[in-house]
């Protein structure tokens, strides 16, 4: 049997395989973020499907870090029915599930939609002339949002996940707090790195004092923001914030990228959507591997058994993750289970997510169905 379908731990927990879905947004919740039948569903769909760990799409802590007017949220305690049925749902299947719990910070687009302004962590000087409608956080502002960091990853655990994910990628707020190029405060929170990434170090801390002492804190980390080696997040910070978040307790990273436009025009060529190539963060994974002893995921661009086998194998990464071939096939893993070998089919044009001008978005494969072969 491929090591991919062998069990694995992260943390306290065993999950049955090597595949995680990735979190993927989906735009299936209600204006106060809840979730309801159709996000139980697609869950269910996916654990009944053997995916190993189901990591949900990213849910907002507080309302100043809300990304869109569909997407999930974790910051009341009346959004915990609806999450305790798909958990329940999944583990019916016999799955695990974690939630992925995030601020948007700049990217909380939902805000200026709604006329209010979203909070920066620090104004550059071309913001500060045009008043682009955007706010610097202040200290205060700071520190409410790690406690809501906290006071969400209670409500997952009570919710019966079995892990919490911090969103530290992808240019989301923990990523602007790292990175350079997007935080340039010169108080406690920026300047040197071990300043820049005292906010994920905060968030990591909070969260442990909301949720039992075995509950699985793990972090999808942009451990670099691709762009030149004097602005923004190295990977050589990168491993260091990788360091540093272990011995805070984190047990599982999942390693992607940071700053997502530029990382796209670097590793594409200048393209605004992610490279075709299979496992394009590898390098980074590498590195990650040699400055910590935690379980490491790698997600971006895999698509074929033997490539994931290989980084599995080899000891590169213990999990692999997938988002877009579960968007268009949700039964691949069962069926390479079964024996298949044929690679996911998704052509990572990126043309699953649609967004209208109110933030609500439509998540689906925009590939025409593949010809049948011929009989
Ligand atoms: C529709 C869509 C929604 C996504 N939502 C999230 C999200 O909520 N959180 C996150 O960390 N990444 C999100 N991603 C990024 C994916 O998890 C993943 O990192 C990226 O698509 C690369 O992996 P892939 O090549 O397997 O798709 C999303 C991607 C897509 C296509
Ligand atoms: S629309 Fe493109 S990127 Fe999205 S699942 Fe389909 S083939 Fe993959």
């Given at each position: 049997m491929s090591i991919l379908f062998e069990p694995?731990?992260?943390?306290r927990l065993e999950i049955r395989n090597r595949f995680i879905r990735s979190a993927t947004y989906y735009g299936l919740a209600d204006v106060a973020g809840r979730v309801g039948d159709e996000s139980v569903e697609l869950m269910r769909t996916l654990s009944s499907n053997e995916v190993g760990l189901i990591v949900t799409g990213y849910a907002f802590v507080s309302?100043?870090?809300?990304?869109?007017?569909?997407?999930?949220?974790?910051?009341?305690?009346?959004?915990?029915?609806?999450?305790?049925?798909?958990?329940?749902?999944?583990?019916?299947?016999?799955?695990?599930?974690?939630?992925?719990?995030?601020?948007?910070?700049?990217?909380?687009t939902q805000l200026r939609r709604d006329g209010k302004e979203p909070l920066v962590v620090s104004l550059t000087d071309r913001q500060r002339e045009r008043g682009e409608g955007v706010r610097e956080m202040s200290n205060e502002d700071i520190e409410s949002i790690v406690a809501d960091?906290?006071?969400?990853?209670?409500?997952?655990?009570?919710?019966?996940?079995?892990?919490?994910?911090?969103?530290?990628?992808?240019?989301?707020?923990?990523?602007?707090f790292l990175s350079s190029a997007r935080n340039q405060r010169s108080d406690r929170w920026g300047g040197s790195t071990e300043k820049r990434m005292?906010?994920?170090?905060?968030?990591?801390?909070?969260i442990r004092q909301h949720v039992s002492d075995d509950f699985p804190l793990t972090i999808k980390l942009g451990c670099?923001?691709?762009?030149?080696?004097?602005?923004?997040?190295?990977?050589?910070?990168?491993?260091?914030?990788?360091?540093?978040l272990e011995r805070e307790g984190v047990c599982f990273i999942e390693v992607s990228h940071g700053d997502t436009g530029r990382a796209f025009r670097k590793l594409s060529g200048g393209k605004k959507t992610a490279p075709v190539r299979e496992a394009y963060l590898l390098p980074d994974a590498k590195a990650v591997r040699g400055?910590?002893?935690v379980a490491l995921g790698l997600v971006g661009?895999?698509?074929?058994?033997?490539?994931?086998?290989?980084?599995?194998?080899?000891?590169?990464?213990?999990?692999?993750?997938?988002?877009?071939?579960?968007?268009?096939?949700?039964?691949l893993v069962k069926r390479w289970r079964e024996g298949e070998t044929k690679s996911a089919e998704c052509v990572s044009c990126w043309g699953c997510l649609k967004t209208d001008g109110d933030g609500r978005s439509s998540i689906h494969c925009r590939q025409p169905a593949p010809v049948p072969a011929p009989l």
């Amino acid at each position: 049997m491929s090591i991919l379908f062998e069990p694995t731990r992260i943390g306290r927990l065993e999950i049955r395989n090597r595949f995680i879905r990735s979190a993927t947004y989906y735009g299936l919740a209600d204006v106060a973020g809840r979730v309801g039948d159709e996000s139980v569903e697609l869950m269910r769909t996916l654990s009944s499907n053997e995916v190993g760990l189901i990591v949900t799409g990213y849910a907002f802590v507080s309302q100043t870090g809300r990304c869109f007017a569909d997407m999930n949220g974790i910051d009341r305690d009346d959004h915990i029915p609806g999450y305790r049925r798909m958990t329940d749902a999944v583990h019916a299947c016999g799955g695990h599930i974690a939630m992925q719990i995030a601020h948007g910070g700049a990217a909380a687009t939902q805000l200026r939609r709604d006329g209010k302004e979203p909070l920066v962590v620090s104004l550059t000087d071309r913001q500060r002339e045009r008043g682009e409608g955007v706010r610097e956080m202040s200290n205060e502002d700071i520190e409410s949002i790690v406690a809501d960091f906290g006071r969400a990853a209670g409500r997952v655990e009570e919710a019966g996940f079995d892990a919490v994910q911090i969103h530290g990628a992808h240019g989301y707020l923990v990523s602007q707090f790292l990175s350079s190029a997007r935080n340039q405060r010169s108080d406690r929170w920026g300047g040197s790195t071990e300043k820049r990434m005292r906010f994920v170090l905060e968030v990591a801390r909070s969260i442990r004092q909301h949720v039992s002492d075995d509950f699985p804190l793990t972090i999808k980390l942009g451990c670099r923001d691709y762009l030149d080696e004097s602005d923004g997040l190295t990977i050589g910070e990168g491993t260091r914030v990788a360091a540093a978040l272990e011995r805070e307790g984190v047990c599982f990273i999942e390693v992607s990228h940071g700053d997502t436009g530029r990382a796209f025009r670097k590793l594409s060529g200048g393209k605004k959507t992610a490279p075709v190539r299979e496992a394009y963060l590898l390098p980074d994974a590498k590195a990650v591997r040699g400055s910590t002893s935690v379980a490491l995921g790698l997600v971006g661009g895999l698509r074929s058994l033997p490539v994931m086998e290989a980084l599995v194998a080899s000891g590169t990464v213990d999990c692999v993750s997938l988002s877009r071939p579960l968007i268009r096939e949700p039964d691949l893993v069962k069926r390479w289970r079964e024996g298949e070998t044929k690679s996911a089919e998704c052509v990572s044009c990126w043309g699953c997510l649609k967004t209208d001008g109110d933030g609500r978005s439509s998540i689906h494969c925009r590939q025409p169905a593949p010809v049948p072969a011929p009989l």
